[in-house]
């Protein structure tokens, strides 16, 4: 059992079956996510007998950092080793002056989902070594408690648009959400949550009927079934007709703005006619788009556009009547697009293994 994966009401349930009184739910929880101590011996105020039980049945099996990178910008990303030897990534990403002004003390970490990726966008690292397994809700939570407790910093915003589809892992991020959001757990309020997805049709309309007001983000990278054909293989289960409907059901449930993530890829989605598709179906559902130019990755073609055709195809956005930013990706001298310290760090494994 993980720790981290049980709600309330589950520490209730256990805390009953070892003959406690439900009280000692509270008081574990709070050690764990007020306190942030996770050593069953330095709760003091559990009975020694507690203490042995806890430890025979929640065995400490944290995340372990293995490496972490810095970039000029501030940004930080984190590589962490699960207890199975599989690695997934965590970037913090300080806030931006340009939107948030200098003195703003936002910060938001990008949250991975999955080990690997099964859903092969070409232009992404996380799937180059395909899909491992899904992460245990604990192992999304433990995440944001390892980087907090790490960097020192007060995460306030978070983004699950690491390594992975989260839809397709929807039960362990559903549970991880209610976890960082209760007040007993993290207490992050949930529209300080972003679930990004490639597209998954039923899951963005399961999410759309949950009460939690997380925020949704589409990456969309194409406004035509013939662009994103070519990148995104999960348009030919979702063409964008479908992912549009679902947009607009979304918005009508939630009665909150989406955002569509967009990658500027030179030659391959960022013409200006598709920045007018764009305009046009972000005014449809109410959309804002973050343009993103692309962040390179070794072993993959794709480059990024040229400053002034970014500039170019925002305008066009703008002048059709989009709301829409550019965003000069943070972290891109420290491989921070979800997946490349991983495949550098297995790469480097393979040829010569870590010592413990």
């Excluded at 983004?159 to 559903?174: C, I, T």
């Excluded at 959400?177 to 972003?194: E, F, Q």
């Excluded at 909150?256 to 559902?285: C, G, H, K, P």
Aim: aromatic share 8%.
């Amino acid at each position: 059992m993980d720790a981290l994966a049980l709600t309330k009401e589950d520490w209730e349930t256990w805390m009953t079956a070892m003959g406690q009184p439900a009280y000692r739910a509270g008081q574990v929880l709070d050690w764990i996510y007020k306190r942030r101590v996770l050593d069953w011996d330095d709760m003091s105020n559990l009975p020694a007998p507690l203490r042995d039980a806890l430890k025979q049945e929640f065995p400490a099996t944290h995340l372990e950092k293995i490496r972490e990178t810095g970039s000029k910008d501030t940004t930080r990303k984190f590589l962490f080793r699960l207890p199975d030897g599989q690695m997934i990534e965590t970037v913090l990403i300080p806030a931006s002056p340009a939107l948030y002004g200098e003195a703003s003390d936002r910060r938001t970490i990008c949250i991975s989902s999955q080990v690997g990726c099964a859903y092969g966008c070409k232009f992404c690292a996380s799937g180059l070594d395909g899909w491992k397994r899904n992460l245990l809700a604990g192992e999304i939570v433990d995440q944001f408690l390892q980087v907090e407790a790490i960097s020192g910093e007060k995460i306030n915003n978070i983004v699950f648009m690491g390594m992975g589809e989260p839809m397709a892992n929807y039960d362990n991020l559903l549970r991880a959400i209610s976890i960082l959001n209760a007040p007993w757990g993290v207490g992050l309020g949930a529209r300080h949550m972003t679930v990004s997805t490639s597209g998954l049709v039923p899951q963005i309309r399961k999410l759309a009927s949950q009460p939690l007001q997380v925020r949704l983000a589409i990456s969309f990278h194409g406004a035509t079934d013939e662009v994103r054909n070519t990148i995104m293989p999960v348009n030919k289960k979702y063409p964008v007709e479908e992912l549009l409907a679902a947009c607009e059901d979304y918005v009508r449930i939630k009665k909150q703005r989406i955002t569509f993530e967009y990658i500027l890829i030179r030659d391959v989605n960022d013409s200006l006619e598709q920045a007018r598709l764009l305009a046009n179906q972000a005014r449809r559902v109410g959309a804002k788009v973050n343009l993103i130019p692309y962040n390179v990755v070794d072993g993959l073609p794709w480059i990024r556009p040229e400053e002034d055709s970014q500039d170019a195809f925002l305008a066009v956005l703008r002048q059709a009547g989009a709301e829409a930013t550019l965003c000069r990706e943070k972290g891109h001298d420290i491989a921070a697009a979800c997946g490349q310290l991983r495949l550098q760090v297995e790469k480097s494994v393979a040829e010569k293994p870590f010592l413990n």
